[in-house]
């Protein structure tokens, strides 16, 4: 399965969809295949990323539908714009997408997600990637940041682009959980796993 992209096709950036090659999977795999494939899962790329990369990439393999707008060459307020669109038409079809957001896509999904939920959207949870939190909400859209819903931030330790202490300080000030990882920036290794593992917790029973 690939992921989708939603949204314009940058020139230049020709689409690249994500082949998923599916083993034969045992009784116990195929009903925890099915259980994962019941959850949407909303992806934010990064500012200078695509919707299609190491992170959408993993959520594929682990057996979600991934819904990843395209926002390349977007500013914060467009990027905001288009992913309150993607989940106020999700709701509108049936689905409620967990919101998964990298970077400049984490700020931007985290704007969305309050802004979505003002407009009745119901959501089941935040993963946050080493979120942008040093830029302030675009204008016209939310006065101040918080968790709209049950929120996890993964942020490595060897982050060099975004400080790590702006995600403790935001886990600290509004009941996010924050998972720190021995990873750079891209939380392209040790981190995948603990995203992954923060996707399960939040679609999870409580």
Known sequence: RAAHQAGPRSR???????????????????????????????????????????????????????????????????????????????????????LVGSSFGGIAGLVAALVATERGVTLPGLVLCAPALMLPPPPATVERLRCPARTIVVHGTR?????????????????????????DHGLGHAGLPVILAAVRELHAPR
Not at 161 to 183: K, M, Q, T, Y
């Open 12 to 98: 230049g950036h020709p689409p690249q969809p994500v082949q998923r090659v599916r083993p034969v999977p045992s009784t116990a795999t195929a009903r925890a295949s099915r259980e994962r494939q019941a959850v949407t899962i909303l992806f934010a790329h990064g500012l200078e990323s695509g919707p299609v990369g190491r992170k959408s990439q993993a959520l594929v393999d682990a057996g979600y539908e991934v819904i990843a707008p395209d926002c390349r060459g977007l500013d914060l307020a467009q990027r905001v714009a288009r992913l309150v669109d993607s989940l106020v038409a999700a709701q509108a079809s049936g689905v409620l997408p967990l």
């Open 159 to 183: 982050d060099e682009v975004i400080p790590l202490e702006l995600s403790r300080r935001f886990a600290a000030e509004h009941g996010a959980a924050l998972r720190e990882v021995d990873d």
